[in-house]
């Protein structure tokens, strides 16, 4: 739900699938709600921003009631809730979360809903590739980390956008902290490594695993790893740098100057 995407039906395959291929979005165009009237900045992304429903929905209503709500996404929910909202959403209903949901049912959804997901939000494909940078450290870790961000399709690169700024909202309230008058705010005790650990597995899924083939130890720690470091480090692996952007650019202008046209059009 809630896909829009501009017309590109006069850029070739190969022109198309490289914009989409280096389609981080500029970091202007990464906030929810713009101010009407407003000019979107241009970005290599022809794609409108393309999140589902029920993901920002999700997001937005853990963001405004959740935060400090204690092991948020680990304590239960109830079953019959969860499946009535589910349902809501996939028959394609305007559905309205507001203060009187339960913050936990909410998070159980929103777990729910990438744990189904017919392509895990990373795909599968890139499995064993995101996988391999848990040995790596340092900025060799996060160069490796970003060209794979890369590589995601549109719709998963700005849905992963939206959950990790989501969870590394969560995560600054972990602690616990007060406000101007002294008085004492809880944390919610979910630390970027905890909220790694509950989406790590449902974020990060073998390529076809067999029934019996349960997910080793080595494996779990590295899903965990990985995600960590997506969480602490998502503002700047989203972002396209300057001199990448004027490579592509200066390519496209070779190979398809008529892309060139498109995005100075919209400009």
């Not at 935060?67 to 929910?77: E, K, M, N």
């Not at 949901?101 to 995101?130: C, N, T, W």
């Not at 309230?173 to 005790?189: L, M, T, V, Y």
């Amino acid at each position: 739900g809630a896909m829009s995407v501009d017309s590109i039906t006069d850029l070739s395959d190969n022109a198309s699938k490289l914009l989409e291929a280096l389609q981080l979005s500029h970091p202007h165009e990464l906030e929810p709600r713009r101010s009407r009237g407003k000019k979107q900045p241009l970005s290599l992304n022809p794609i409108s921003w393309q999140v589902p429903r029920i993901v920002d929905r999700c997001c937005t209503h853990l963001e405004m009631h959740g935060l400090q709500t204690v092991g948020i996404f680990r304590v239960g929910s109830s079953k019959k809730r969860v499946q009535q909202l589910r349902e809501e959403f996939d028959r394609g209903l305007d559905v309205f979360l507001d203060e009187h949901q339960s913050v936990h049912d909410v998070a159980a959804l929103l777990k729910e809903f990438l744990r189904d997901m017919p392509d895990s939000l990373i795909p599968r494909e890139l499995y064993g590739a995101f996988l391999s940078t848990a040995t790596m450290e340092g900025q060799a870790q996060l160069d490796t980390l970003q060209l794979l961000l890369f590589l995601l399709p549109p719709c998963h690169s700005d849905t992963l956008l939206r959950l990790l700024r989501f969870l590394g909202r969560v995560a600054r309230h972990a602690e616990r902290s007060w406000d101007a008058k002294g008085r004492e705010i809880p944390g919610n005790k979910m630390t970027a490594s905890n909220l790694a650990t509950v989406f790590g597995p449902n974020i990060l899924q073998k390529e076809k695993p067999r029934e019996k083939d349960a997910l080793n130890l080595e494996d779990s720690a590295a899903i965990i790893l990985v995600l960590q470091r997506l969480i602490e480090h998502h503002h700047s692996l989203f972002m396209v740098s300057p001199e990448m952007q004027c490579d592509v650019l200066r390519r496209l202008f070779q190979t398809d100057p008529d892309v060139i046209e498109y995005l100075l059009r919209r400009k």
